[in-house]
């Protein structure tokens, strides 16, 4: 699903707002999100799931076209956990 996908069905059950008010609406709650992650600060919604940012450490790899050694700096990822209801659904499918 795509984020116009989302507004327009969450615009389809909710006929008493627009379709820019829920574009707003899903905006802030996307750019609330990153910014909680930006600042290292987790993210949890109850019966959805939740965000963190994980830190990956530095690592020494090797260029496969020339086979040099290198070292790759320490990286922050987000990563996403469901919640237990989320877990659920799937194991009925």
């Known amino acids: 699903m795509t984020k116009s996908e989302l507004i327009t ?4 059950k909710c006929p008493t707002m627009s379709k820019k008010q829920v574009e707003f609406i899903v905006n802030n709650v996307f750019t609330s999100i990153k910014s909680a992650l930006v600042n290292d600060e987790k993210v ?11 830190k990956k450490p530095s690592k020494q790899v090797r260029n496969p ?3 040099e050694r290198m070292m790759i700096g320490e990286s922050s ?4 956990r469901p919640g237990k209801e989320i877990k659920e659904e799937l194991i009925k499918k």
């Not at 069905?9 to 389809?12: E, V």
């Not at 949890?44 to 994980?54: L, Q, T």
Request: charge should be positive; proline fraction near 5%.
């Open 9 to 12: 069905t969450i615009s389809d």
């Open 44 to 54: 949890e919604i109850r019966g959805f799931g939740s965000f963190k940012v994980r």
């Open 65 to 67: 076209k020339t086979g």
């Open 77 to 80: 990822v987000p990563c996403f």
